[in-house]
């Protein structure tokens, strides 16, 4: 969902491991131009990966050679940062525990100074890993603030502008969950510019909404144009965020998307009791929501009420009650 107008979190200071690191270096790997470790990474040989990782880095290792491998902490999981040289370059693969890619970008690359510019945010402060058990996740569910029900429409304006939300009847597998499709179709003086597709999914213990990425078609003049902020939860280093909690709490702080250069979109929740007016009627005890990512230096806000679901989005609102 874009942010009208997102995490590599802060690697801890210290890993206590029992790993034995040899002094040789391993098949492919150029022990000898290899960086003396940093504060918090530990190097490992190839053989010393899970057999995930190693799969993935061999694959990298395709035309290249391998310099070294940092084993560090990612929030609460271990990432595996590998650095290869092909055709002169240096690459840093970024590989998480299940083999899939975090990210890899050229040393000197625009690229490069946009993850580490992201990387020394202090994203220790949200929310990026949710204990849940993904088999029990629901295509359905009645979150007070976000009920997903299939039928659900929402329509909210500005001025000639319309934004119109719909859980759809339809369902969708994403990384191995069956979710539910709402759909924002968003028009700018009745030309239609955007329609994209959200997936989520509801934990019915506890009332949380999950967010497992969307499809987005963008237009122009009648035409797809572009599916810029597309993503999808276990597709190139992407994985599912908090949509909605069951119980949201002033000061809470996550992510909603965990697409990494693609959509980081974060949440830090102002308020639990605000009292908004909109077309459609004055709502009380509404949630509100400070969106923000670190790949944009834009900031949106939007406000949910209970039993209703999003009634103001920036400048959009709810015109009328579903």
Same mark, same amino acid.
């Not at 997102?6 to 790997?29: E, H, N, Q």
């Not at 989520?200 to 499809?215: C, I, K, M, R």
């Not at 509404?286 to 834009?298: G, K, N």
């Given at each position: 969902?874009?942010?009208?107008?997102? /995490?590599?979190?802060?690697?801890?200071?210290?890993?206590?491991?029992?790993?034995?690191?040899?002094?040789?270096?391993?098949?492919?790997?150029?022990?000898?131009?290899?960086?003396?470790? +940093?504060?918090?990474?530990? /190097?490992?040989?190839?053989?010393?990966?899970?057999?995930?990782?190693?799969?993935?880095?061999?694959?990298?290792?395709?035309?290249?050679?391998?310099?070294? &491998?940092? !084993? =560090?902490?990612?929030?609460?999981?271990? #990432?595996?940062?590998?650095?290869?040289?092909?055709?002169?370059?240096?690459? $840093?693969?970024?590989?998480?525990?299940?083999?899939? &890619? &975090?990210? /890899?970008?050229?040393?000197?690359?625009?690229?490069?100074?946009?993850? $580490?510019?992201?990387?020394?945010? *202090?994203?220790?402060?949200?929310?990026?890993?949710?204990?849940?058990?993904?088999?029990?996740?629901?295509?359905?569910?009645?979150?007070?603030?976000?009920? #997903?029900?299939?039928?659900?429409?929402?329509?909210?304006?500005?001025?000639?502008?319309?934004?119109?939300?719909?859980?759809?009847?339809?369902?969708?597998? #994403?990384?191995?969950?069956?979710?539910?499709?709402?759909?924002?179709?968003?028009?700018? *003086?009745?030309?239609? @510019? $955007?329609?994209?597709?959200?997936?989520?999914?509801?934990?019915?213990?506890?009332?949380?909404?999950?967010?497992?990425? $969307?499809?987005?078609?963008?237009?122009? %003049?009648?035409? @797809?144009?572009?599916?810029?902020?597309?993503? !999808?939860?276990?597709?190139?280093?992407?994985?599912?965020?908090?949509?909605?909690?069951? /119980?949201?709490?002033?000061?809470?702080?996550?992510?909603? +998307?965990?697409?990494?250069?693609?959509?980081?979109?974060?949440?830090? &929740?102002?308020?639990?009791?605000?009292? #908004? =007016?909109?077309?459609?009627?004055?709502?009380?005890?509404?949630?509100?929501?400070? +969106?923000?990512?670190?790949?944009?230096? *834009?900031?949106?806000? =939007?406000?949910?009420?209970?039993? @209703?679901?999003?009634?103001? %989005? %920036?400048?959009?609102? !709810?015109?009328?009650?579903?």
């Amino acid at each position: 969902m874009n942010c009208r107008t997102i /995490k590599p979190a802060a690697f801890l200071s210290s890993i206590v491991l029992t790993i034995a690191i040899a002094t040789s270096g391993c098949a492919r790997m150029n022990s000898h131009n290899s960086e003396a470790a +940093e504060a918090g990474e530990m /190097k490992v040989r190839l053989d010393q990966t899970p057999p995930a990782v190693r799969q993935t880095i061999e694959r990298e290792l395709a035309g290249a050679t391998l310099e070294d &491998i940092a !084993l =560090k902490k990612q929030g609460s999981r271990n #990432v595996y940062e590998t650095d290869l040289i092909r055709d002169g370059q240096k690459w $840093e693969v970024l590989v998480g525990e299940d083999g899939n &890619i &975090i990210h /890899k970008v050229r040393e000197g690359s625009q690229e490069e100074k946009q993850v $580490e510019k992201a990387t020394q945010a *202090d994203s220790t402060k949200w929310r990026d890993q949710f204990n849940v058990n993904k088999g029990a996740l629901s295509a359905s569910g009645n979150n007070s603030h976000c009920p #997903v029900e299939p039928g659900r429409v929402l329509k909210l304006a500005h001025g000639n502008d319309s934004l119109t939300v719909s859980i759809l009847p339809d369902t969708k597998t #994403v990384d191995g969950v069956k979710v539910a499709v709402l759909e924002e179709r968003e028009e700018k *003086d009745g030309q239609l @510019i $955007e329609i994209s597709h959200n997936y989520l999914a509801t934990d019915p213990t506890t009332g949380d909404v999950y967010y497992f990425g $969307e499809d987005v078609d963008n237009y122009k %003049d009648g035409k @797809i144009i572009n599916h810029d902020s597309a993503w !999808l939860a276990g597709q190139r280093g992407a994985r599912f965020g908090l949509f909605m909690p069951g /119980k949201p709490r002033k000061g809470d702080r996550f992510y909603q +998307e965990i697409a990494p250069k693609v959509a980081l979109d974060r949440i830090e &929740i102002v308020s639990v009791d605000e009292t #908004v =007016k909109t077309p459609a009627g004055t709502f009380q005890h509404c949630v509100h929501f400070r +969106e923000t990512t670190p790949l944009e230096s *834009d900031v949106s806000h =939007k406000y949910y009420a209970p039993g @209703i679901g999003m009634i103001k %989005d %920036d400048e959009f609102e !709810l015109t009328q009650r579903p």
